[in-house]
Nanobody, 126 residues
Framework: QVQLVESGGGLVQAGDSLRLSCAAS????????MGWFRQAPGKEREFVAG????????VYADSVKGRSTISREKAKNTGFLQMNSLKVEDTAVYYC???????????????????WGQGTQVTVSS
């Protein structure tokens, strides 16, 4: 089993920045892909950003493109999501996800991920 713990969320003002972290522990794998998703009240969980197994490919949702950067420190089994110029509509619970299947590219759907964190709340006020 793999455990994922997100941190770094909080209450910020529009225009601020946040850096979310995702620490993996347990039966971690040497190769994995990661993703960040978010879920606002009354809405479905949606893809935010993802990185593939070799770390050479990233994909961002249009809503965060140009404002966000996904990265990871493989040696520490930790992933990050840097979010800048936050908007009120970025308010949501943010989840990191971890996958170990034989995919080469970035995965954009929740079904392709094997492990999930509990989420961290990000609230952006105007």
């Amino acid at each position: 089993q793999v455990q994922l713990v997100e941190s770094g969320g909080g209450l910020v003002q529009a225009g601020d920045s946040l850096r979310l972290s995702c620490a993996a522990s347990g039966d971690t794998f040497s190769t994995y892909y990661m993703g960040w998703f978010r879920q606002a009240p009354g809405k479905e969980r949606e893809f935010v950003a993802g990185i593939n197994k070799n770390g050479e490919s990233t994909v961002y949702a249009d809503s965060v493109k140009g404002r966000s950067t996904i990265s990871r420190e493989k040696a520490k089994n930790t992933g990050f999501l840097q979010m800048n110029s936050l908007k009120v509509e970025d308010t949501a619970v943010y989840y990191c996800a971890y996958g170990t299947r034989d995919f080469l590219g970035v995965r954009l759907t929740t079904y392709d991920y094997d492990y999930w964190g509990q989420g961290t709340q990000v609230t952006v006020s105007s």
